[in-house]
T-cell receptor, first 114, second 109 residues
Framework: DAGVIQSPRHEVTEMGQEVTLRCKPISGHDYLFWYRQTMMRGLELLIYFNNNVPIDDSGMPEDRFSAKMPNASFSTLKIQPSEPRDSAVYFC????????????FGPGTRLTVL | RKEVEQDPGPFNVPEGATVAFNCTYSNSASQSFFWYRQDCRKEPKLLMSVYSSGNEDGRFTAQLNRASQYISLLIRDSKLSDSATYLCAVTTGFQKLVFGTGTRLLVSP
C-alpha cells in the first residue's frame, strides 16, 4: 500500500516567493496533520484536519501560512510570502479515527528559503 | 516549561549495551504515549505505544509513570542499526500529538 505522499521532496526558493507543499494521505485515513521540523524547535504541529475540516490551526505561525484540504485525498500548505526563517522540513501525516492515534508520516519536504 | 521534554543526547553506547531514555510531559490529562524512531533525513516512524502496565517488544521496553509524568524506553543488546533519534509523543487532545525534540542514540562497534 502507498504511504503518505508529499511533493516536492526538496524546494529551494527566494525570499518573498510563494511556496506550495502538497500531501496525499493514506486512503481511508480521516485525519491529516502538517508538521514543521527544525533543529531548534523540533517537530511542531502546524494544523490538522478531520474529514477535510480544519480542527486546530493554533500552530500556524502567522498569516503567511495557510492550509487547505479540498478533498479526502489532497491537502496543501502554502507560504506566501516566504522568509528565510521558514526553512525547515515540512511533514504531512495521516491517521485513522480509531482512537489508537498512530500517525503515519510522509517523507517530508525540505524547504530552503534564500 | 515545554509540554514534552527529552534529553537531546547524544547517547554513545557500544554494541550490546543497554540504554534507557526518559521523557517528561507536563499535561497530567494526557492519555496516550508513544515512542517514534527517526533516522537521519527520514520521517518519524512509530516504534511502539506505551501502555499503563508497561510493554515489551523484543529488545525494547516502554514504561509509563503517571505519578511522575514520564515515559521511558529501554533498549537491550543495542545494535548498530539502533542508531537513530528517538522521539517521544504525548496526546494533548483527541488525535493531537505533541512531540519531544528527540534523543539521539549512537551505537558504535
Amino acid at each position: 500500500d502507498a504511504g503518505v505522499i508529499q511533493s516536492p521532496r526538496h524546494e529551494v526558493t527566494e525570499m518573498g516567493q510563494e511556496v506550495t507543499l502538497r500531501c496525499k494521505p493514506i486512503s481511508g485515513h480521516d485525519y491529516l496533520f502538517w508538521y514543521r521540523q527544525t533543529m531548534m524547535r523540533g517537530l511542531e504541529l502546524l494544523i490538522y484536519f478531520n474529514n477535510n475540516v480544519p480542527i486546530d490551526d493554533s500552530g500556524m505561525p502567522e498569516d503567511r501560512f495557510s492550509a487547505k484540504m479540498p478533498n479526502a485525498s489532497f491537502s496543501t500548505l502554502k507560504i506566501q510570502p516566504s522568509e528565510p526563517r521558514d526553512s525547515a522540513v515540512y511533514f504531512c501525516a495521516s491517521s485513522m479515527a480509531d482512537g489508537y492515534n498512530e500517525q503515519f508520516f510522509g517523507p517530508g519536504t525540505r524547504l530552503t528559503v534564500l | 516549561r515545554k509540554e514534552v521534554e527529552q534529553d537531546p543526547g547524544p547517547f554513545n553506547v557500544p554494541e550490546g549495551a543497554t540504554v534507557a531514555f526518559n521523557c517528561t510531559y507536563s499535561n497530567s490529562a494526557s492519555q496516550s504515549f508513544f515512542w517514534y524512531r527517526q533516522d537521519c533525513r527520514k520521517e518519524p516512524k512509530l516504534l511502539m505505544s506505551v501502555y499503563s502496565s508497561g510493554n515489551e517488544d523484543g529488545r525494547f521496553t516502554a514504561q509509563l509513570n503517571r505519578a511522575s509524568q514520564y515515559i521511558s524506553l529501554l533498549i537491550r543488546d543495542s545494535k548498530l542499526s539502533d542508531s537513530a533519534t528517538y522521539l517521544c509523543a504525548v496526546t494533548t487532545g483527541f488525535q493531537k500529538l505533541v512531540f519531544g525534540t528527540g534523543t539521539r542514540l549512537l551505537v558504535s562497534p
